[in-house]
């Protein structure tokens, strides 16, 4: 039973959820609302989940002295600072929220700069695959070198500027590179589109059949 | 320099130019004058050609009224400035004003209405004065049990469901079915058993989406066979999750296979836990996890957005064997850069079942190159009749909303 009603759920809401795609007229139209309600309860109730759990791991981290406990320390106290003004609403009248609150103070000065900061690293991260990528080590690689070089280029001002005086405006990097994107690139993109599609529904189908019972552990 | 107006020298040429400035002033202020008056009083003329029915696959309770626009609407006199749509119960009996469009409009959804009783409708063309269209109607709104606009999407669902299920039969059977080698997930035995040599963990990326993305659903089935093989190895698996609702679905999973494996008391709660619901606090965390637990192999199956990147890259950095693979196309460069072995698209969504070599499983990855196989040959078709605007067989595949 331990498998076979989670396997009945899973069914159920499945084909009702593929006949209400096709019918327009109420109770059918208001499942999905109805499902995303739910969701949403439930969603909030998991955040409470969360971060217990956040709590107890990083807790016993600390209590056992694990390795990389003081990182564990300065997430108890960050998320205990941060939930404790925002809900005793210290330091503001009506809500955490308002501009120069001690809530919003934490939030623009430490938190806004360090995801910045993380964010920002994918330039150098950027630069260091471009790297790695754009060798021409083979036939597939070389490809990839030109056609980067041919879309870096067109994108830029002096992209343009180089191939002006070229009187056939197809020659342009620009021209050339718009091509790219447009064409090759677009058509890869959607060939991966439709594959995903296509997987997207094969994975529906072995769950709302039971033939993929994976994630109730088995085969 | 003389600063002077009225000079002897200048006055030769301003007295050219100042009647020439005055009498394109005054020609300006009467054309102004001119625009502001009214010219027309007289009534636009009226829409015409007024229909109003059920708006057809819809829910019900609304009616959808078109009409042929007024002459003196962008063209004519071009006096119209808008419509008004009149609404009554009766023939005879008052209308009422249910909605306005601008201009160059000619058509409007009353959502106003109830189902199954009588209405009648006027449309009103607008300037200074009005005119009214014919009255239209009686009509009455209905919700459809079926959506006809949908019904390529219906035979198609059917198609490849029907497909879905011969293969697995045939499967079932014993019939042998190719599935074209994936080297990512050939690669996953390799991987463990080298975290396993080298005593370092195994860290296991569902993506940052929820559990209602398909993706993140995909990612579970194969964490689920993934932690299999871990725990028959017995090495040590992390699951550092995004979302809360994940990670619970992920304990669940993984302690299922743990328990498959004959290996229950290996299961360790706290290698699945919740880190971040934040974007780049989350890249950071698992950045740090990579670097301080040296993990030996990182799988990042899932729903990625620019955080892809800052993960690879780190692990790449760290000497971590990587598997990757998703369907956010835009992420995909990132990790064929920065990962050994990268599952495109489709491969991602089959690489649960490719993990598992049940024939039935595998019976629904054939049916799914079976149904791309029939798609390819549409788009050849659909090629081929666009280059000769044939536009009957392109319509065949138009979806409605």
């Known amino acids: 039973m331990r498998r076979e009603i989670p396997l009945f759920i899973t069914a159920i809401t499945g084909v009702v959820f593929i006949i209400a795609y096709f019918i327009p007229h109420p109770p059918f139209n208001q499942i999905q609302d109805l499902f995303q309600t739910w969701f949403q309860i439930i969603a909030a109730f998991a955040i409470i989940l969360g971060v217990l759990n956040l709590m107890v791991v990083n807790g016993d981290k600390v209590y056992r002295r694990s390795k990389g406990w003081g990182y564990s320390v300065i997430i108890i106290l960050s998320f205990l600072v941060m939930a404790g003004i925002g809900t005793f609403k210290l330091g503001s009248k009506a809500s955490p929220l308002e501009e120069g609150t001690p809530f919003m103070y934490l939030f623009y000065n430490v938190y806004y700069p360090l995801t910045s900061t993380v964010f920002a690293l994918l330039a150098f991260f950027v630069a260091s695959a471009s790297f790695r990528a754009f060798r021409a080590r083979n036939k597939e690689a070389a490809l990839l070198l030109t056609a980067a070089f041919f879309v870096m280029l067109g994108r830029v001002p002096i992209g343009d500027y180089l191939t002006s005086w070229i009187p056939l405006k197809w020659l342009h990097l620009s021209t050339i590179a718009n091509w790219i994107m447009a064409y090759p690139n677009m058509a890869a993109q959607r060939a991966i589109m439709i594959g995903i599609a296509l997987g997207i529904i094969s994975t529906s189908l072995r769950l709302i059949l039971g033939i993929e019972r994976s994630y109730l552990g088995g085969d | 320099m003389d600063t002077r107006f009225w000079t002897k020298e200048k006055c030769k040429w301003r007295r050219k130019v100042l009647p020439l400035t005055a009498f394109i002033i005054l020609l300006a202020l009467w054309g102004t004058i001119r625009a502001q008056s009214p010219v027309d009083t007289l009534p636009p003329s009226p829409p015409t050609e007024v229909t109003a029915f059920d708006t057809p696959n819809d829910a019900g309770k609304n009616i959808t009224i078109n009409w042929k626009l007024s002459t003196d609407d962008g063209a004519g006199r071009n006096i119209v400035k808008g419509y008004d749509i009149l609404r009554s119960e009766s023939q005879e009996g008052k209308f009422e004003v249910v909605g306005s469009v601008v201009a160059g409009i000619s058509t409007f959804q009353d959502d106003k209405v109830k189902n199954r009783r009588n209405y009648f409708y006027k449309v009103r063309a607008k300037d200074h004065t009005s005119s009214d269209s014919p009255t239209v109607g009686p009509v009455q709104a209905s919700g459809q049990w079926y959506h006809k606009g949908k019904t390529v999407v219906l035979i198609f669902v059917v198609i490849f469901t029907a497909l879905v299920i011969y293969f697995v039969e045939s ?231």
């Open chain 2, 171 to 401: 499967a079932k059977k014993g019939k042998k079915l190719y599935v074209r080698p994936i080297p990512g997930m050939d690669a996953v035995d390799e991987a463990v058993g080298r975290a396993t040599e080298m005593g370092r963990p195994i860290l296991y990326i569902l993506g940052l989406s929820t559990i209602s993305d398909v993706a993140t659903i995909a990612s579970l089935t194969i964490l689920g066979r993934v932690a299999k093989k871990v725990a028959e190895f017995q090495s040590k698996l992390l699951v550092p999750c995004y979302n809360p609702i994940v990670m619970t679905v992920a304990q669940e999973v993984v302690k299922n296979a743990y328990l498959d494996a004959g290996r229950p008391d290996s299961y360790d709660e706290s290698n699945i836990w919740f880190l971040s619901s934040s974007q780049f606090a989350y890249a950071a965390g698992v950045n740090g996890i990579m670097l301080r637990e040296k993990t030996a192999t990182n799988f990042y199956l899932g729903m990625f957005y620019a955080e892809s990147l800052i993960l690879a890259e780190t692990g790449n950095i760290a000497g971590s064997i990587q598997i990757a693979g998703t369907d956010a196309v835009t992420q995909l460069p990132f990790f064929i850069t920065s990962c050994d072995y990268t599952l495109i698209g489709e491969e991602f969504y089959a690489a649960s079942a490719y993990l598992s070599r049940e024939p039935k499983l595998l019976g629904s990855i054939k049916a799914q190159d079976w149904g791309k196989a029939g798609l390819i040959a549409l788009i050849i078709l659909g090629g081929f009749f666009a280059s000769f605007h044939f536009d009957t067989f392109i319509n065949l595949f138009t979806v409605g909303h």
